[in-house]
Each structure stands twice: as structure tokens, then as C-alpha cells.
């Protein structure tokens, strides 16, 4: 059951509209041992760019551009892997 439970852990904290960022020991350390390549790819990405901050301001566009550098990256990491694998 681990590679299911760490895609439910991966969807908790990308779709959460807020969330700890501790809460991301977890899905890496599942998604080093257990998930699946895809899974494991968008993991660490996201790891990476959860982070990123480009609100130039507050603005309407800002926000926009943060959330596709914030969640545009991973999902194209695991739509990536996938067709790799």
C-alpha cells in the first residue's frame, strides 16, 4: 500500500491550499522508499519549488506566475517520468 499512500500524501500537500512545510519530511521520505518513479519525481520537484515566491507585489499576475512555477514544474516532472517509464 505505500506507492498509494505516498500519491495521497503528494495529492494532501499539492492540493492543501496551505500547508506546513515540515509536512514534506514525510512524502520525501515515503516517496524515497515507496512511490512509484512518477510520484518520486513530482515529490522532489515539488520539494524544490514549493518554496518559490514571484508575486510581483500581490498582483493578480504575480500570483499566477507563482502557482505555475509552484505546481507547473512538478506536474510536468511527473508527466515526464511517466512517459520515460
Not at 512518477?38 to 502557482?67: E, I, K
Request: hydrophobic share 55%; no cysteine.
Amino acid at each position: 500500500p505505500w506507492p498509494a499512500v505516498s500519491a495521497v500524501f503528494l495529492a494532501y500537500v499539492a492540493v492543501t491550499p496551505w500547508f506546513l512545510y515540515w509536512h514534506q519530511i514525510g512524502l520525501l521520505a515515503l516517496a524515497a522508499v515507496a512511490a512509484s518513479s512518477p510520484v518520486r519525481a513530482a515529490a522532489f520537484t515539488f520539494s524544490g519549488t514549493s518554496m518559490l515566491t514571484a508575486s510581483f507585489g500581490g498582483s493578480a499576475w504575480g500570483r499566477t506566475v507563482q502557482t505555475a512555477f509552484r505546481y507547473g514544474i512538478p506536474v510536468g516532472a511527473y508527466v515526464r517520468a511517466r512517459r520515460i517509464r
